[in-house]
């Protein structure tokens, strides 16, 4: 079922392939942990959870990119998703990707609007 736009932070706190910002969200029925980014000027997010393990990626909470902040990276085991679309794109993570949140960046806003699956 959709959600109602929820504030998750200030645009301003998302800086270009920099820090993200951790939130929770319900994912079946379950409190879940998830992050929103900025990747070539749009806002991305996902459900802060690997596809080789269920582990959180960050290896410093909000660092999700890799040295080049390019990519993303799993601290646990290096497995690396594409930042724009949660592909999975090098690692033990095989094909499967990152699980994609709706997010929306309204004025100074960023605002989660419900997984993919909604
Ligand atoms: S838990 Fe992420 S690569 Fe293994």
Redesign the pocket.
């Known amino acids: 079922m959709a959600e109602e736009a929820r504030l998750i932070c200030a645009a301003a706190d998302l800086e270009e392939a920099g820090r993200g910002v951790r939130f929770e969200v319900e994912y079946c029925d379950q409190a879940a942990p998830a992050f929103v980014l900025r990747y070539r000027g749009k806002v991305h997010a996902y459900l802060n959870r690997?596809?080789?393990?269920?582990?959180e990626?960050d290896w410093r909470e909000g660092e999700f990119f890799d040295l080049e902040r390019r990519d993303l990276i799993?601290?646990?085991?290096?497995?690396t998703y594409a930042a724009d679309s949660g592909a999975c794109i090098g690692?033990?993570?095989g094909k499967t990707p990152l699980v994609r949140l709706r997010v929306e960046e309204r004025g100074s806003s960023v605002y989660y609007l419900g997984s993919e699956d909604d």
């Open positions: 690997c596809a080789h393990l269920p582990m990626l799993c601290s646990t085991h290096g497995a690692g033990p993570c």
